[in-house]
C-alpha cells in the first residue's frame, strides 16, 4: 500500500495476541522498514479484548521499538488526564481517543460535506478484486460506501 498510494499510510494495532505474545514492538520495526509514516498502538491484546485496563508498560515498549516514526497511544484516554498520563508514562508522540469521548464533550466531530466524503472516497484503497478489474466496486466496498 505503502508503494501504490500517494498519500502517508499509517496502521493500527493492538499489542499482540496475549500477555505472552507481545509482537507489537517487532511489528512497528516491520511497518517501519515497509515505509509506514505512524502507528497508532491500542495497549491492550486481542485476549483481553476492550476488557482490563491498557498496558502502559507494553506501549512504551512500542514508543521505544520505533526507531522514526511517531507512535500514537490509544486506550483508556477518557479525560485530558489520562491523555497527559499516556504521554509522561509512554513517551508516545500523542494520543488517540474512541469516538464516545468526544461525543461525551458535547461536541460532535464535525460532519463532512458531501466534497470532502466524495474527496476521501475516492481515495479509499481499491479492493484487490477491483484492481484485476474482474469485480464491480459496489460489491466489495457496498458496507464502506454506505458508511461514506
Ligand atoms: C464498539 C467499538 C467499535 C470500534 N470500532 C473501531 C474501528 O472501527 N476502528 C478502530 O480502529 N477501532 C475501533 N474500536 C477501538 C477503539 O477505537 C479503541 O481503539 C479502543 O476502544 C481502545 O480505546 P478505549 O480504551 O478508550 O476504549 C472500536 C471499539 C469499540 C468498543
Redesign the pocket.
Known sequence: MVDVLRIPVTA?MRLGWDDDNLTAPDLVRALEDAGIAGV?I???TREQG?SGS?NLAGIRKVVEAARTIPVIG?????TPEAAVHMRSETGCAGV??????LMQTGVPPPEPGIEDRVRVMSRHPVPLPLAAGSVPPIYTKGGTLAYF
Open positions: 493500527k497508532f491500542h495497549g491492550r476492550f491498557v490509544n486506550g483508556d484516554v477518557t488517540s481517543v474512541r469516538t464516545q469521548v
